[in-house]
């Protein structure tokens, strides 16, 4: 059995974890290292709980509580090359490297990471197993690839981005150099974006769809919700939604 959770999903701390078997790792961690227990509590872990730590990139709302965390708990920590170049990997209790796109597993899961386009180092998101079902994991990227399609395609779940509505993003306080920032190539998805994206995967498999690192300034749950449900067809409520404050209680895959 594969089921994963959110301890939180926005531009002020990411954190989630995944869980198979024995083993139960948290991709990311953006929060502080009370608040991080504090959200692990709500969902029924403890810090011992965490075999390891897995980081997408060095952007401080997903690697900022990091090493506090880490270090406090002794939990290893894994990254690419790129992510531990920006990031001072000497106040880690233990580093691990991987390819980014080289499969490798922990314990009970297997792990698929994949390169996106983002601005920092060398960012990647993730394909969990348990060897029966997959979950996609896909934020932090500003335009689809090829082999983005390919990774998430005939997903069992997936937990994807949905960072801003267009028309709300271009109307916005944003300043024009933010604006085009989040919005590029190397920024962030829009609802419009992540329905392209879905449009084009087999998912005939998919019971659970979560949207998640909505901007709190630039989409409404909704917005994100009726935008991926008129691609599946599906109901509103359907869609569940990963929030910045109360984070998204378990899903069970398959």
Known sequence: MLRFSSLGSGSRGNATLVEAGRSCVMV???????????RLSRLGKSPSDIDAILVTHEHSDHIGGVATFA?????????????????NATDLPSLDWFDGQMSFALGDLHITPFPV????????QFVFSDGAVRLGILTDTGSITAHIQQQLTGCDALLLECNHDVAMLAAGLYPPSLKQRVG???GHLSNDQAAGLLSVLDTTRLTHL???HLSDKNNRPGLARATLAGVLGCELDWIGVADQTTGLDWRQVG
Do not use: K, N, Y
Not at 117 to 123: N, S, T, V
């Open 210 to 212: 979560v949207a998640a």
């Open 71 to 87: 270090r406090r708990h002794a939990i290893p920590v894994w990254m690419t090359a790129g992510t531990s170049v920006m990031h």
């Open 184 to 186: 590029g190539s190397l």
């Open 28 to 38: 990311d961690c953006g929060f502080s290292c009370a608040e991080t227990q504090r």
């Open 117 to 124: 386009p983002h601005d920092a180092r060398e960012p990647c």
